[in-house]
DNA sequence: TCGACCTGCAA
DNA sequence: TATTGCAGGTCGA
């Protein structure tokens, strides 16, 4: 039997929109609903494997239910704009599928459903309706299936109702859910349905009496209560208007051919450019692939490749070229593949390290890569320098798009170039590595490589020029693009880690945690996975009764913040929070970081990221050393761990109030600047300035109420917010909130303004240029857009931190390296650097620390530098 | 085995 | 209903 799925075209599109996080193609086009659909209807094609498929919309124009009842949808909002701007996106990628698109002005999607389901029964097709919409089911019979569609947490699952499944649910026939809905109303639509009548009772009306016209055909002898009677009585004419606003007309002279809804195959040379103007990665991947010859209008990218004998490469190298490369490691052993126009790549395999020095290690031959950091860790390895970094295009991209979830080299070309990098979709890479399956039909290896080259090539003719057009010239060159030799440096130089003491520190919490379990167990009166959120939220709230309820959609809240409310109200309490932070040292600290200590070197070389966050900051993987424990005495210990080796010691710098200087800067606020100018302590000014007291009289409680206002402000806090943080009510935080912008007011001109040229803009901007694009400020749900609106805020801070810590470090390798110290920068923590120094330069050090942070950056606020040394990272506090 | 979720660590 | 990150554990698909 042949099967059909017709789609409710502007149902599954509105489930799409609100079930999807904010999405955009690289022009700005909202697309988030057309790549819900297009999930979706891909899962459902998949899964149903229809004959025939068609997608059925409204229109836009008065329906017949209108001119019967002018109220009808009356009161429905109309939908958000970036809503209604993806309509007819959605019918030009489903034209471009050759997929019928079906509609009819004066009727509903739904009465083209019911119409097209219909002509199925009679045709003996089986028709599965696709809809978010409950009123299809009235459609339902043995060979008619609706299916149900529910989005939730950004799942989508469908329930299949046929008539079966209709009554054994709603216990009525899908011909009676008509009568129930007509008698209930429907406020979405605005169907009156009999006033007073609500789901209850209309359904168990129709479950004994079947219909509307048999209910009013013996209205005396119904056995129901006055009330309802009355009621029904008042609403018999609205009840036959409901009834008939509310049945699906099944009888539309459609003008379609049912022949034309039979699946096609999609039209690519349309529907290719549009997915990549849309940059639908995964849905390209679907698309047949193409069969040679095919001319579907897409440029690829394809290089001449020309393998040639490592003797050669002197003469082909000249120096006045710009050289686009990309160093492979595939077959074992090293190749070197290298453009000068983007269409000859050469190609060196085999290549020895005299081979790599000739092209690496001359400062003259400019060279631009992909992942310039991963190529510099690789060369080093084989002891060879990287001189003449010209470019690196993941950087660039970067720069050009800071929030985008990853760089891989396909993805950049067809979302900045428009062009196709053949097989990008087949290989995965992982850190700039390119790792690929290298089954039957794929090109082979070499070729693969040689268009990387190509594309390296023409995305630097892209961003160079980008970058100027935006304004990143100096933001690239002076500090991004050196700064990731510095970071592979670092990465490389590693820090060393005192591993017997970590393991004995790690034995004696193990001891410790051993204790603590036992005593929970017995305080509990059973034996249960205090790691398990769930189970140690059903101990305490079911079982031991303490009082605060749910809060989370798996059960109980059981984090920190709750427990301390807890405390004193049941001895376990306590306990289990000494556990909490007992098992965090031990799995992450202990456990987590043993195993990363590199044997040969006793050092831990953790991966510093430079295309990962959002604002400009540097990220820390593998471990991540930016978040060892400093706040609590126990935790601290792990900072002695740390440790410089040999006679070496550690120099740690940080940057004092980095975030609320860079706010004094580019706010202009003349008040907050002068505390900074005449180093005043800035928690101590403001809360001066906030309670209205001479500052030898504000007390340790207001200056730290104070620090928290300056906090919240950077991340664009609310009253709420900060009263919990402080414990106080939300009237007071308001007030402090208030008090604060009064007192600083072009810190509140700043955020309104910041936040107003980032809707116009589409970005903001840190001093040094960094951009970070804001679609979320463009969205139609409120949170979202409160949200877009604090990021506004806050991204200029973080990012000129960012920014100025990064120009700190580059300046400060350069220093080390000018006056040919030994002491190696080896860790970044956003506002802080430290330097494993020699015992002979460790004077030296501090002095260039200091210089080269105070001055990275000319501002109207000095930058101030705290400086400690010591054996541990314990010791420099 | 993988991803969602909770929790907690840092600036 | 405060920004940016990373990671470990549990639990269910």
Redesign the pocket.
Known sequence: MEKLLIVDGNSILNRAYYGIRILTAPDGTPTNAVYGFLNILYKYLEEEKPDYLCVAFDVKAKTFRHKMYDLYKAQRKPAPEDFLAQIPLIKEVLAAMNCACIEKEGYEADDLIGTVSLLCEEKGIECRILTGDKDDLQLASENTVIKLVVTR???TTTTDYGRQEVEQKYGVTPEEYIEVKALMGDASDNIPGVKGIGEKTAFSLIQEYKSIDAIYDRLEELNVSPSVRKKLTEGQSNALLSKKLSVIDRHVPLDYDFASFRIQKPNLSVLRPLFLRLNFQSFLRRLPAETAGEDNGIEKIHAELKRIEENRLSAILKPDEHWSYVLDWKEGAPALYFTADGKTVFGVSDISRAGLQTFFSDADIWKCGYNVKEDLLKLHNLDIQFCGIGFDIMLAAYLAE??RSGYDLGTLCSAYLHVQLEDAALHVEEDGQLTMDFGSGNKENRQIVADRVSAVFALHSYFAEKLEKDGQHTLYYDIELPLAEVLADMQETGVYVDKEALSQFGKTLSERITGLTSEIYEQADEEF?I???????VILFDKLKLPGGK?????????????GRLAGKHPVIDLI?EY??L???????V??LLPMIDLKTGRIH??F?QT????G?I??????L???????EL??EIRRMFIAEGDRCLVDA??SQ?ELRVLAHISGDKTMQEAFVNHLDIHAQTASQVFGVPIEQVTPAMRSRAK??N????????????A???HIPIKEADAYIKGYLQHYPLVDAYMKKTVEDARTNGYVSTLMGRRRYMPELRASNR?VQ??GE??A???PI?GT?ADIIKAAMVRVYARLKSEKLKSKLILQ????LIVEALPDETDRVKQILREEMENACKMNVPLEVDLHSGKSWFDTK
């Not at 790691?531 to 939220?537: W, Y």
């Not at 906090?711 to 900060?722: D, N, P, Q, R, T």
């Not at 923590?829 to 802080?832: F, K, L, M, R």
């Open positions: 947490m950004g799942q800071p929030t996975n790691n398990s959120p769930k189970q140690l939220g809060k989370n959609k798996n059960g109980y809240s059981t984090n920190a913040e709750v427990l929070l909490r932070k098992t965090k040292l031990q799995s992450t600290y456990e987590g953790s991966n990221n990962v966050t959002a604002t900051r990220s820390s993987t593998e471990p991540n930016q978040n060892i424990p400093v706040r609590t935790g601290r940080d940057y980095i928290a206002v906090f919240g402000i950077v991340y664009g806090i609310g009253a709420f917010s900060l919990q943080d402080l949170n409160a949200f604090r990021v805020m806050n991204a973080q931190a923590v956003h506002d802080e």
